[in-house]
């Protein structure tokens, strides 16, 4: 810390950014005994087992490589294994300048918690994407801070003005022509490529990366951007997002899970990420001018229920109009292709699945149950966001231990839900466990409601869902009822990087049927 104050007093002042002050990163002191309850029969905070810390640079010792028993490489997966055998169901973790961190294993644990913080929960959104809105650009933003980055009050305002546009019944009837659409141009894309394994691994991600662009745009923006040009243009805007995109996860990586001194100076990497922030937003503002254009071009008014969400938003307000659209050109893009990587590896790997969803694609029956089944499982083994968060705002008493305002809870859900204390054959993907009745031991009524969470819990969970199942059930129906898939490799691994990511090469082969 003395070293740091050095350097810092040996800059001059203009240079200096005071990011070092954040909301909610203090807590209430641990030596604070709770009202009504007994101080003897209470465990004080700091007595939760976990990594040890060092002064100043918490337990930063635990991560090097060759000195701790982590090493650098794991996955959040893999770090919640290795501290649930190490300390058991409840652990602290105690980084440098994050608020502290609690893992708990027990479902009930984190359900009590989650539960008693939903009526306005707090999750500690980026920190860098924080800065930029509420202080680097607060003029422009003037409170109004989206859903991933906003909280308390501001948070609420936010989501009561969006919820009933995203949750209207008609969203699926509304957008099912244009993502066919759009999955068609995939499919098509796909097909072309069919003897050329090779290239289709290598694009893999990136294309299907284009479509989930296109996809969620189309539903944000309410227009076709183009992501699915075979010639796309560097200074193309549809270019300018996926690009933005994509360094939106590489810096926020680099600067928020990598040790950064973004805090206290303006590093490379840090004004990268700024002027990346910079560009999505303009792009986006680009995008919805283009779209409240149409809208007031267009001769006559359409019946309310008919609005797309882009019109119902710019009806509310244009700034939560254009703050929406650029929060789905964030959320919904890795998360759906990683998603839909998930649902066509799992098939490659269970061809007997593929050939019972194929049949109810092919089938009359306008139910989607197995399809649906088959997208929940890929969902419980491999879960986009390995762990959920939510960031206390008062005290909790659990397992004995007190546990004060302001500690962020992880709820380790996809390690759980890899348990075979909660699912029989747990690493086995079997979509039937959604399905079958209660008397089956394969029912997943038998685990924990809390285990598997993919889209996260209650009032602050996923607002994209409904749009992002949609879209994945489009495009599964498209390419399993045409092609057939399979895997030629060793089985896949993931990597944490901000999210789950799956490491290449892939070894997809796609063949008509
Ligand atoms: C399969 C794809 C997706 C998965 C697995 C996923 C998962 C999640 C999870 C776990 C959360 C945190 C929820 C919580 O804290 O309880 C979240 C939040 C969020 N997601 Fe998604 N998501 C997906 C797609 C999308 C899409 C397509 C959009 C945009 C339309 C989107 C927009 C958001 C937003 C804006 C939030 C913040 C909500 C809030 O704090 O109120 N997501 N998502």
Not at 54 to 69: D, E, T, Y
Request: positive net charge; glycine residues 4%; contains cysteine.
């Amino acid at each position: 810390m003395m070293f740091l104050r050095k350097i810092i007093e040996l800059v001059p002042r203009p240079y200096l950014v005071n990011r070092c002050v954040f909301p909610n990163i203090t807590r209430s002191k641990h030596t604070h005994h709770l009202k009504n309850v007994q101080p003897e029969s209470v465990k004080p905070f700091d007595a939760i087992p976990g990594l040890t810390p060092l002064p100043v640079l918490g337990p930063i010792q635990h991560f090097i490589s060759m000195i701790g028993f982590l090493g650098p490489q794991k996955t959040f997966y893999d770090l919640c294994k290795v501290f649930y055998e190490k300390y058991g169901s409840i652990v602290k973790l105690s980084i440098f300048a994050r608020a502290d961190m609690v893992i708990l294993y027990e479902p009930e644990d984190f359900d009590q918690i989650f539960r008693a913080e939903d009526i306005c929960p707090s999750r500690p959104g980026f920190q860098t994407l924080i800065y930029y809105r509420t202080e680097l650009k607060k003029t422009t933003f003037d409170g109004v801070y989206g859903l991933t980055t906003a909280e308390g009050a501001q948070w609420r305002d936010f989501r009561t003005k969006v919820n009933p546009i995203f949750l209207k019944p008609k969203l699926v009837k509304l957008y099912t022509p244009a993502l066919s659409e759009i999955a068609d141009e995939m499919l098509l894309k796909f097909k072309k490529q069919l003897d050329n394994e090779e290239n289709i691994n290598k694009n893999f991600e990136e294309e299907l990366t284009k479509w989930s662009l296109e996809s969620v745009a189309y539903v944000g923006l309410g227009c076709r951007i183009g992501c699915l040009k075979d010639d796309l243009k560097e200074d193309d805007p549809a270019k300018i997002l996926i690009t933005c995109a994509n360094d939106f996860l590489k810096y926020t990586w680099a600067l928020e899970f990598r040790p950064s001194l973004w805090k206290y100076f303006s590093t490379p990497t840090f004004k990268k990420a700024m002027r990346t922030f910079d560009r999505q937003w303009e792009t986006s503002e680009f995008f919805i001018k283009g779209a409240k254009r149409q809208i007031s071009e267009r001769s006559h008014d359409i019946p309310e229920e008919d609005k797309s969400i882009i019109e119902k938003l710019l009806a509310v307000d244009e700034k939560v109009a254009v703050m929406m659209a650029s929060e789905m050109l964030l959320a919904g893009i890795d998360t759906v292709a990683f998603s839909v990587t998930s649902v066509l590896y799992n098939l490659a790997m269970n061809p007997e699945v593929q050939d019972k969803l194929r049949e109810e694609i092919h089938s009359e029956k306008a139910s989607k149950r197995y399809l649906k089944a088959c997208i929940k499982e890929a969902l419980r083994i491999y879960p986009v966001v390995s762990t959920n968060l939510r960031r206390t705002t008062k005290d909790h008493i659990v397992r004995g231990y007190h546990i004060p305002a302001g500690i962020d809870i992880l709820s380790p859900n996809e390690f759980l839900s890899k348990m075979e204390k909660y699912y029989p054959e747990p690493t086995q993907f079997i979509p039937e466990r959604w399905i079958v009745e209660k008397s089956n031991p394969l029912y997943h009524g038998n685990s924990h409601p809390m285990v598997t969470q993919p889209f996260g819990f209650g009032v602050r969970s996923c607002i994209g869902r409904r749009i992002a199942e949609l879209e994945i059930e489009i495009l599964i129906q498209k390419l399993i009822g045409e092609l057939k898939v399979t895997w030629t490799g060793p089985p896949i691994e993931t990597e944490t990087k901000v999210l789950n990511a799956f490491k290449k090469p892939y070894h997809f082969k796609f063949e008509q049927l």
